[in-house]
């Protein structure tokens, strides 16, 4: 066995599994298996197939997903860089596949980073309705901000944090939640040695306690018949099958989805055969748990959801309705970054409630709000021909486009509140790189495609200027070649540059070069 085991945990495993433990504990002598799920946002399962540098084969449960032969690299190659495909591990693909996403659902991703479910949601959402992505860490939710960005999500928030205060904030809101448990992670365990070295006999019921307290709270912001996903990637059945049955007891007004014993997912144990588990010597993949359940569409009482009840979720269910509507909606300038703005209460933080932290009346670097809003609409006149939707959120000098009206935020602790669009600059508006991440060609005035092929792709990726003559570039009639420049690998976005006589200025942000 190349993984050294802890022996409670195979003994564990052992009366779980009876016959099936040999066949088990023999397939920790495979190495795991590695995934690529298209980004289609940005590619088609088909395109990504047909243009792939490495040999990809199908993964049964996820129709976007791909296993990657041994060796492959994938995240040293310029589609990484732009955002075609996140590296997933193969069973990870699943929960979001059991979620149900339709386009312009609002869909809570509890405990989110790094973010691979939640870029698999916002797939699913293509653009339309809206997507909460939190995670309880302040540190992971970076990562789970720089993957939402590199994957072009338009219409997500990230937030950090307590399931409480979400449930507080939006009560009866989501269509649907996915809860992707923190958990003991005895699925990982051929994946991932510190998984291993993290464990103890206790682990599986410490976690078990937390998960029963992060799904009451979660079900409280869930609509009448709405689902919600609850996901481990854990075998202990205390956190799985446990977790679920105690919820179904003290929760009648939900019921369990079967999909266990369906395709590739083996049933639940412990009675709980509607619930899912993938286990790795069955499937090409590592240990999962999923149970789907539906809430009966009853009106949830007041009790049961309405901590912030009344004006403030009315405001942001009025305003959500009106989304999408243009770039529309009030925006408040305030002090510091959405970094700032995220800190706990003290200065520049927020505490609770509505005014927690705002400062309505702080202008921006460029000569406040009117200054700002102009000098974006000149920007997007100029470079984009077009207005992006959402209501633009300012942040101090920064611009956001959300899919909410600020005051819905009020009071939580905002990563980010929506699509990145950029800062104001001694009164100019510079694009932001998420900007450019989530554009098509066609929707900038100016673009220009680097082959992944050619050594300019990785010079652009690693911030080098390029020499470009203006034959290259792809000007939409009636405009000049001078000025911000979407820049693709293969005709897909990856980032700014700003051409000028010939020179490509590189725009691609110092933190995500290739190195
Ligand atoms: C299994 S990981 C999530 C992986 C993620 N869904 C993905 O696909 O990339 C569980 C996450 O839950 C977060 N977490 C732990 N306790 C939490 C809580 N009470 N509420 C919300 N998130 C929590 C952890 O920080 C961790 O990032």
Not at 35 to 48: C, D, M, Q, Y
Not at 420 to 431: E, L, M
Not at 432 to 461: D, F, K, N, Q, W
């Amino acid at each position: 066995m190349a993984v050294q085991l802890p022996g409670t945990f195979m003994q564990r495993m052992k009366e779980m599994l009876g016959p099936e433990y040999e066949q088990f504990a023999e397939s920790y002598k495979e190495t795991p298996y590695g995934g690529i799920r298209a980004n289609t946002l940005k590619i088609s399962v088909e395109e990504l197939r047909t243009l792939s540098p490495f040999k990809l084969a199908p993964i049964p449960w996820c129709p976007a997903g791909f296993y990657t032969e041994e060796g492959a690299r994938p995240g040293k190659h310029p589609y990484y860089h732009a955002g075609l495909y996140y590296i997933q591990e193969p069973s990870a693909m699943a929960p979001v596949e059991l979620l149900g996403v339709q386009p312009g659902d609002y869909v809570l991703d509890l405990c989110a980073a790094p973010g691979g479910k939640s870029t698999q949601i916002a797939a699913k959402l293509k653009g339309e309705g809206l997507l909460i992505s939190n995670d309880l860490h302040p540190e992971r939710t970076k990562a789970l901000a720089k993957n939402l960005e590199l994957y072009g999500v338009r219409n997500g928030i990230v937030l950090n944090e307590s399931p409480e205060r979400i449930a507080a904030a939006f009560p009866v809101f989501f269509d649907r939640i996915l809860i992707d448990a923190p958990c003991s992670g005895e699925g990982m365990f051929r994946k991932d040695e510190d998984m291993v070295k993290q464990w103890e006999p206790e682990t599986p019921l410490k976690y078990a306690a937390m998960q029963r307290d992060i799904l009451n709270s979660a079900v409280k912001a869930l609509k009448p018949g709405g689902t919600v996903v609850y996901s481990t990637c854990t075998f202990a059945t205390e956190e799985n099958e446990g977790t679920i049955s105690e919820f179904l007891d003290t929760h009648p007004e939900f019921s369990l989805v079967t999909v266990g014993g369906t395709g590739s997912f083996a049933p639940g144990l412990q009675g709980l055969s509607g619930a899912a588990r993938l286990w790795p010597h069955k499937v090409k993949g590592e240990g999962h748990f999923m149970a789907v359940l539906r809430h009966d569409g009853s009106p949830r009482s007041p009790e049961e959801t309405a901590s912030d009840p009344g004006q403030a979720v009315a405001e942001r269910t009025l305003s959500v309705s009106s989304r999408n509507n243009g770039v529309k909606g009030e925006a408040t300038a305030r002090a510091g970054s959405a970094r700032q703005v995220s800190g706990r209460g003290g200065k520049g933080g927020r505490t609770s409630g509505k005014s927690g932290g705002t400062s309505p009346g702080r202008q921006s670097e460029g000569g406040g709000e009117e200054a700002a809003r102009a000098a974006y609409s000149l920007f997007t006149e100029d470079q984009l021909g077009w207005q992006p939707s959402g209501f633009p959120v300012l942040f101090g000098d920064h611009l956001y486009l959300s899919p909410l009206p600020k005051a819905a935020l009020n009071g939580l602790k905002t990563i980010r509140p929506g699509w990145y669009a950029g800062h104001i600059r001694s009164g100019r508006f510079i694009p932001g790189h998420p900007l450019a991440t989530a554009l098509h060609p066609a929707e900038s005035i100016r673009s220009l495609s680097l082959s992944s092929g050619s050594s300019e792709a990785v010079s652009y990726l690693k911030g080098e200027t390029l020499s470009i003559p203006e034959e290259r570039l792809t000007v939409r009639p009636g405009n000049s070649a001078k000025g911000y420049v979407l820049v693709c690998v293969d005709g897909y976005s990856a980032g700014w540059g700003k051409w000028q006589d010939g020179m490509l200025k590189n725009e691609y942000p110092a933190g995500w070069r290739w190195t």
